[in-house]
């Protein structure tokens, strides 16, 4: 596998990490490529550890030798090193490291959050990431080499397919439609609430109007507006049915097959 190709492979990894972590593209795949060898390291081919984080991870570990660096002078110490399924489980704990810190000082990586490849390779190294004190160095040669500054500048749209962004268009469109239909529902129950009492007291103005009508006859509930009064007694609009004139019961019909004489009941 060549260097172009092992960027190829990872920096998908690594871009789609920097939209959920802030962490910069260009230092994980700068930092994977120092770390593993270009993919080549015996820890990553036989553990899929591509940043050389120490422990136990998701396949266990691997006992390996590895060079520190003590008091400026390299030593041979053999260490245990996290094991992981795949690729992606070691770049997702790479990123949970420098989020997250150490048991100690979870804040330990917090300057190599937010910052341009440059300023985040010369963090990590600041907080001891490693014990190479030519680390910063060496990951920006990486970066200006391989010009890893362009994954940094990938923004989220550019990475979402076709599918998934007419998927969010849809998504906000019936979110937009249901927010809508709700606030038309409160809209349409506070305007019916408040036409069926404003109904109702035009309506009792007007028996109190025809009851007194010049000229009225009182009379029996003749049967064509039996229905008008039936409506008028259910909506509280009529204390005693019978009695009224026959313009009373002619108006009363034409208020209830004008839909008028409803009832606020359930509303």
Do not use: C
């Amino acid at each position: 596998m060549t260097n172009s190709e092992f960027i190829a492979r990872i920096a998908s990894f690594a871009v789609a990490d920097m939209q959920r972590t802030r962490i910069a593209a260009s230092l994980t795949i700068a930092q994977a490529a120092l770390e593993s060898g270009w993919g080549t390291s015996g820890l990553t081919q036989k553990a899929n550890n591509l940043f050389g984080i120490k422990g136990s991870g998701p396949a266990g570990s691997l006992a390996l030798p590895t060079t520190e660096y003590r008091n400026g002078q390299a030593v041979q110490v053999t260490a245990q090193f996290r094991s992981y399924h795949n690729w992606g489980e070691s770049i997702a704990d790479h990123s949970a490291l420098i989020t997250g810190g150490v048991s100690w000082n979870p804040k330990l990586y917090s300057k190599a959050i937010g910052v341009d490849g440059k300023t985040a390779a010369r963090e990590i190294a600041a907080a001891g990431y490693a014990t190479d004190p030519g680390y910063a160095s060496k990951l920006i040669q990486i970066m200006d080499s391989y010009n890893l500054y362009q994954y940094d500048e990938l923004k989220e749209d550019e990475e979402m397919s076709a599918e998934d962004k007419q998927k969010i268009a849809a998504l906000e469109t019936e979110l937009r439609e249901l927010k809508e239909l709700l606030a038309g529902l409160s809209v349409s129950r506070d305007t019916l609430k408040a036409g069926v009492q404003e109904q109702g007291q035009a309506i009792k103005g007007v028996t109190e109007r025809l009851a007194v009508i010049e000229g009225r006859t009182v009379m029996n509930v003749p049967a064509w507006a039996e229905p008008a009064v039936q409506a008028a007694s259910a909506a509280g609009l009529l204390d005693t049915p019978s009695g009224g004139s026959y313009d009373f019961y002619r108006m009363l019909t034409v208020l209830n097959r004008a839909g008028l004489l409803v009832t606020s009941k359930g509303v």
